[in-house]
Structures are given as C-alpha cells and as structure tokens.
C-alpha cells in the first residue's frame, strides 16, 4: 500500500462530501427566494398582487389576437411595431406598447407561461414599479443597441449590422422576460435560474446569431448592471 493512500482517499471524499453540501445548500436557497418566499408573499396579497402579469399576458393575447386580421395587423404596427429605421422619437412613442406585441410570425402561446412567471415572480417579489422599469430599460436597451450596430455597419468584428436590419420588425416581450429573470436570479442569488433563462439565452445567441439574439444579450448585460447596481 503506498504511503499516503488512505489519507488520499479521505480527502477525496471529504472534498466530494463539501460539494454536496455546498450544491444542497445552494438549491435550497434558491428554492426559498424563488418558490417558497415568493408563495408566502402572493398568499398575504392575494391575486391583486398578480395584477401587472395578467395584464402583461393578456396585453399580448390581445394584440396577437388583433393582428390575425390585415386591418388588425396594420394597426398593431401603427401602435406597438419598432423598427430600427423609424425615427427615434417615434421608436421611443412606440416601445412601451411593443412590449405586449408578440412577433407576428411566431406562435404566441410558447412564451406566454414564461412571460407571466417573469412578471408574476418580479410583481411578487420587487413589486409593480421596479419590475416596469427593468422590463422597460432591458428592452429599450436592446432598441437603442441595434440603432449603434446599425450606425457601425457590417463587419467590425461582427459587431455591426447590415442596413437591411432597420426595416425588421421589432417586437414582442422577450427581452423583458430574459431581462427579468436575468435580474431576479442575481438579487435572489438564483443561479440555477440565471442558467435556465439568461445563460441559455445566451447561449443560443451564440449558437445562432440573430437580430433577436443580439438584443437578448444586450438584455441580459443590462439586467446584470441594474441588478449589480441594486446590490451596492
């Protein structure tokens, strides 16, 4: 037997022992801050303390349902469509109601259960004001974004964009939703969270560059500032 052997052993399995503890811990943690409190909260305030995400979700329903018809659909663009060639006075008129205008041509009802748990977790536990303001900056953040990715033009890196993006239609409530979650798991100490949303966001922005992607990112890297400005 070499010398040493058992000692080996034994830290090998204390060392694996410290790891479990330390994963058992951390999940449960999580669960606290992002099931167990957050329940606690909704039962003292009852289903008034749901308000903003049923209108979140049902602001899209509506809209996606209103732009099933031609006439619908024009005047979906007229209030809520955000294009990166629009002036921007105009881009900033419309971007509050952008957020609730699903993209036309994906199936709405994927993301409404991830949109009204984003806004239903962030309503319960940040409340109704804070959670507006980092939907709306995490979004605004991803508009203002590509108008400067626009301005460098293709190539740099790969950080510019060909001017042919300015006339895609930029909407839907995604970048919010990305942008919440990436916000929540940072102050709730939620990494598995982060992981399941902003992480494999970017990770498909990675995998498959995109118009969506690119602002999915910008989203999280703004909902990281705000969270890391919060926790100061």
């Known amino acids: 037997m070499r010398p040493g052997g058992p000692r080996v052993r034994q830290r090998g399995r204390d060392l694996v022992t410290r790891l479990a503890l330390f994963v058992v811990r951390t999940l449960r943690g999580e669960w606290h ?13 009852g289903l008034s303390g749901l308000l903003l995400a049923f209108v979140a979700a049902f602001g899209v329903i509506f809209f996606h349902a209103v732009a099933q018809h031609p006439r619908g659909e024009t005047a979906v663009r007229l209030v809520g469509g955000v294009q990166a060639d629009l002036p921007l006075w105009l881009a900033l008129a419309r971007t509050p109601v952008s957020l609730y205008v699903p993209a036309l041509d994906l199936p709405v009802w994927a993301g409404i259960t991830q949109l009204f748990l984003a806004f239903a977790l962030a309503e319960v536990t940040l409340g109704r004001a804070r959670t507006l303001y980092i939907s709306y900056v995490t979004t605004l953040a991803g508009t203002l974004t590509v108008r400067v990715m626009l301005a460098i033009g293709p190539g740099h890196g790969g950080i510019g964009l060909p001017p042919e993006i300015g006339h895609v239609l930029d909407t839907g409530p995604s970048a919010a939703v990305v942008g919440l979650f990436t916000y929540l798991s940072v102050v709730r100490r939620a990494p598995v969270v982060f992981f399941l949303t902003g992480g494999s966001m970017v990770a498909e922005s990675v995998v498959k560059p995109n118009l969506a992607g690119r602002e999915h990112l910008i989203a999280v890297a703004a909902a990281l500032v705000l969270a890391v400005l919060h926790e100061r």
């Open 33 to 45: 801050a992002m099931v167990v409190d957050p329940v606690r909260l909704l039962l003292r305030r």
